[in-house]
Every structure is written in C-alpha cells, then in structure tokens.
C-alpha cells in the first residue's frame, strides 16, 4: 500500500502511514492473541484491565473508582458498569473506608485474585513470544520509541 502511495504521489512522505498501517496492523494481532487467552476464563479484554490494574497493587492492595478511571482513560459512569459486572462476578468488591460510605476503595476478591495469577503469566508468555525475533536490545528501543510516539500524541491531545 505505502508502494503504491509513493508511487501515485511521490509528493507525499509516506514514511509515517508505513508505520502507522504496521501498528494498526499489530494492535489487531495483539488483540486476537489477548482475547484467545482470556477465553478460557470467560473474561473479556476491559474485565482482565480492571483486575490486572488492582493486581498491580498488590494482593490485598485495592484504588478508588476514580483511581481505575484514570488508569483506564474511562467515565465514572462506564466504570460504575465495568465494577458492577465484575462484582457481580465476585471478583471484585467494594470496601468503604470511611463510616460515612463517602470514600470506597474496590479490592480482588480471592476468586478473583486467582483468576488473574492464572491469566498473568500466560499473558507475559504471550507478549515475548509476540516479539520473538527482536532481541532484548531491541523490545527496549521499540518500547522506548513507542513511548515517546505515545507521549507526543497525548501532548497534541492535551491530555499530556
């Protein structure tokens, strides 16, 4: 497709689509691969992100609603219906902090913890093998180089 552009219009610099398309391309494998992994468990891709996010925190640790909006770029309201599912699920569960129910902090249930230790190292496997013929060096240049791609579009975004 780049070929064909720089072909057709040789006036334009295709340099960018040509990596652009690549990632486009990648996010879809990714995706598919992500999505073959939490099958088994029944869970879908924004269920795994909300349990890993609390995972990250450590075993018995837990964040705020707002805390996980933030983590996840979500509304409150599309949380609250993530959160509500999950608990219903008994994976999560919400734990006021304060007498007054004002500050609520959401925690892995044991079920929940479980199911995503079992999904975790399956997950790691499956991101070095997504990348098998780049070396060590390199998934570290291609991180890096993603990163500030990442950084650069959340700046002209204002979210940066």
């Not at 088994?40 to 269920?47: H, N």
């Not at 129910?101 to 496997?125: C, F, K, N, W």
Request: hydrophobic content about 40%.
């Amino acid at each position: 497709m780049v070929a064909q552009w720089r072909q057709q219009r040789p006036d334009l610099d295709s340099s960018g689509m040509a990596v652009v398309l690549r990632v486009l391309f990648l996010s879809g494998a990714f995706t598919d691969r992500l999505k073959a992994i939490l099958a088994p468990a029944g869970l879908a891709p924004w269920e795994y992100d909300v349990l890993s996010a609390l995972r990250r925190m450590g075993a018995g640790g837990g964040l705020t609603p707002k805390e996980l909006c933030q983590s996840a770029q979500l509304t409150s309201g599309a949380m609250t219906h993530r959160l509500d599912r999950l608990e219903k699920r008994k994976l999560v569960r919400r734990k006021k902090d304060r007498p007054d129910g004002r500050s609520v902090h959401v925690q892995l249930t044991a079920r929940g913890l479980t199911l995503v230790d079992g999904i975790v190292g399956a997950r790691m496997e499956n991101a070095l093998a997504s990348l098998k013929g780049l070396t060590k060096k390199d998934r570290r240049d291609l991180s890096r180089l993603l990163r500030a791609i990442s950084k650069d579009i959340e700046q002209s975004q204002g979210k940066g």
